[in-house]
């Protein structure tokens, strides 16, 4: 009975140590802004994880489509391959392909530090040797120049060393009343400790996607309740009477989903050959011996349907993530990609009804969105489809910081929009 009492007295602390999360802000001491960065103006970039670039029509999403309406709005935004979330918001800060920065999927396998990341793994992800490039906070703070992050991919990690000036860990517990009281709580801080980049994100459309699809009236709600968190914090920061420049972003679309029959792992793949990671629309095998990798992708060719198969160095080039782009070694030898709106599946669970992941050229349900308003914006502008990769240019104009590093955005947005 003793025995018991301490194995259950162990299952809840560690229950509570789950449910327990820090929602303290964390705050770098000693940081100022310059002088000269206490002139230039203020940039909240907003991100609404699964916000489709169709959905604030779709579900009419009154508050942003009058805000769009105020500023600039594009057809669409193109999100880098594979359409997931953490790699598509470090590219929006890095303004590199995934495979350019090293996160290249919210899971994968790195053959050379032999192990894995993982986005629900708190100690993968505030270790900062696994962001390359340099985002836009670390670009700020590097200037003298002070960052805010609530929430966003890399933030919670010292990348280069760095951290933004003001953040938090990453939990969806707290209100979003209090979030938005948050900001404006910055905005009034006195101009040497006053953050001019601010990152906010949001998950509960993406949330809803996934659980209910696309298409339904729980994820019509979801986005009907983040345009009025919009409204709301649009008209909080108002109040504080800076020149604020939003841009609101997502980070890929959703679609439904064939979720009857979905594709389990090929017979030709061998376990004790390949690490097998990923799942969903993106397969990757990495081979512990190189030798097997020729005859298994000959094996999967023939057996292939519903997928496609590549080897990395045969990847189509405009995805990106092929042997040429991957500057981290961490895609796979052997990639499976399957055709939408099929799946791979490997577990007895049956799959949500909505995902992401495809390659946004063919799946136009995977493009995001991209709205931007405020004093440096034109107004009524409406600007082509273009890549998320351009949005980091786009940033550092805005708030006059220089780079020399390079990056996959051309830059091309700045004279149609400002
Ligand atoms: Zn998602």
Redesign the pocket.
């Known amino acids: 009975m003793k025995s018991f009492l301490i194995v259950l007295a162990c299952v809840l602390s560690q229950t509570l140590a789950v449910a327990q999360v820090d929602t303290t802000q964390r705050v770098a001491p000693n940081r100022k802004n310059s002088p000269e960065q206490q002139q230039k103006p203020y940039v909240i970039l907003i991100s609404a994880?699964?916000f489709r670039y169709d959905y604030a029509d779709k579900y009419q999403a009154k508050n942003l489509l009058a805000l769009r309406e105020q500023g600039v709005q594009a057809e669409s935004m193109v999100p880098a391959f594979p359409t997931k979330?953490f790699p598509n918001h470090y590219s929006i800060v890095t303004g590199l392909y995934p495979a350019h920065h090293g996160l290249v999927n919210n899971y994968f396998y790195d053959p050379q530090r032999k192990e894995s990341y993982s986005m629900r793994e708190r100690s993968k992800v505030e270790d900062g040797r696994w962001y390359g490039g340099t985002p836009l906070w670390v670009l700020a703070e590097q200037q003298q120049m002070l960052s805010a992050s609530f929430f966003w991919v890399g933030s919670e990690a010292p990348i280069q060393g760095i951290l933004p000036t003001y953040h938090y860990q990453y939990s969806e517990v707290m209100p979003m009343e209090k979030r938005i009281q948050t900001v404006v709580d910055w905005l009034n801080l006195p101009e040497e400790r006053r953050p001019h980049l601010i990152t906010f994100y949001l998950p509960e459309v993406?949330h809803a996607g996934?659980r209910y699809g696309p298409d339904a009236p729980e994820t019509k709600q979801a986005v009907q309740e983040l345009d009025t968190h919009m409204k709301q914090l649009t008209d909080a920061v108002a109040t504080t009477g800076l020149p604020v420049n939003f841009i609101f972003v997502s980070d890929h679309g959703m679609l439904h989903i064939d979720t009857e029959n979905t594709l389990p792992l090929p017979a030709a793949i061998d376990t004790a050959k390949f690490m097998v990671s990923g799942g969903g629309m993106v397969v990757e095998l990495h081979a512990k011996n190189k030798k097997a990798i020729r005859s298994t992708y000959r094996q999967l060719k023939e057996e292939a349907t519903k997928y496609q198969v590549y080897r990395k160095k045969n990847m189509p080039r405009h995805l990106r993530y092929g042997k040429k782009d991957d500057r981290y070694g961490r895609i796979g030898d052997i990639l499976l990609l399957s055709d939408a709106p099929k799946v791979f599946h490997f577990s007895s669970r049956k799959p949500s009804p909505g995902t992401?992941g495809y390659d946004a050229c063919q799946v136009k349900e995977m493009h995001a969105t991209f709205y931007a308003w405020g004093p440096a914006f034109r107004k009524g502008v409406k600007v082509p489809t273009f890549e998320n990769v351009e949005v980091y240019p786009l940033i550092a104009k805005l708030l006059g910081l220089t780079f020399d590093h390079k990056i996959d955005g051309k830059g091309k947005l700045l004279k149609e929009v400002l």
């Open positions: 994880d699964g979330t993406d996934h992401h």
